[in-house]
């Protein structure tokens, strides 16, 4: 079976995003890459009872080499930011996260950029934008992503959702969790009052910082 690891990671993390709330039903979608393949899951398929070979195998032009099932109508997108996307590290994009978690779909239809409440918006990048609106599944979302890409690692999508991606899906799904999170923050201050935000050079220094973060 061809990416067999990559198969069961996106099973991995497909439920985990149910478990985690960050999509509801077979919303969202997780893919995984190796070499010119991508690990993708299926589309209109319980993320319960995914099982690796349910996940459909594809090249980066969108050919699908193995498995049964249609992918993800969100396919142009993960294709999109496989062949165009950069990491702002020069790392191998090696997965792609795309949720519609409540809190940033919800900061999405509020402002441009999510606004630097908090530190850990650096795990995306010195800000991170909101894409334009454009038509679920079409060319149109994939460009308008790309453009909020620029330089991050991570955006939302305007009345839709959120995109990261990673040199792995751990780190992919993680700064999917981190930037609901800070948009989770924001709305909860934002509704007491106004909230005090962190200069653009804090978020900025916070990006440095983080280049040297963890074990190595």
């Not at 497909?14 to 393949?37: C, E, F, I, P, Y």
């Not at 398929?45 to 699908?64: F, H, K, M, Q, T």
């Amino acid at each position: 079976m061809l990416l067999a690891e990559e198969r069961a990671a996106v099973c991995e993390y497909a439920r985990r995003m149910t478990t985690d709330g960050l999509v509801v039903g077979t919303s969202g979608n997780v893919s995984a890459r190796q070499g010119d393949l991508v690990a993708v899951t299926p589309t209109g398929v319980d993320y319960a009872g995914l099982r690796p070979d349910d996940v459909p195998v594809v090249r980066l032009d969108g050919e699908i080499v193995e498995g049964s099932l249609k992918p993800t109508s969100e396919l142009p997108m993960h294709l999109a930011v496989y062949r165009n996307a950069a990491d702002p590290d020069g790392k191998t994009i090696s997965a792609v996260v795309h949720t519609h978690s409540v809190h940033a779909t919800a900061v999405s239809t509020l402002v441009t950029e999510v606004p630097p409440i908090h530190y850990m918006l650096a795990a995306i990048g010195p800000t991170a934008r909101v894409a334009s609106y454009a038509t679920y599944g079409t060319e149109e979302l994939a460009k308008a992503m790309l453009k909020a890409l620029e330089s991050r690692r991570g955006c939302l999508l305007a009345n839709h959702g959120t995109v990261t991606f990673g040199d792995s899906l751990g780190s992919a799904y993680s700064r999917a969790q981190q930037l609901e999170w800070v948009c989770q923050v924001w709305l909860t201050a934002r509704a007491a009052g106004a909230p005090n935000l962190l200069p653009p050079a804090e978020i900025e220094h916070v990006v440095e910082k983080l280049r040297g973060y963890g074990q190595r």
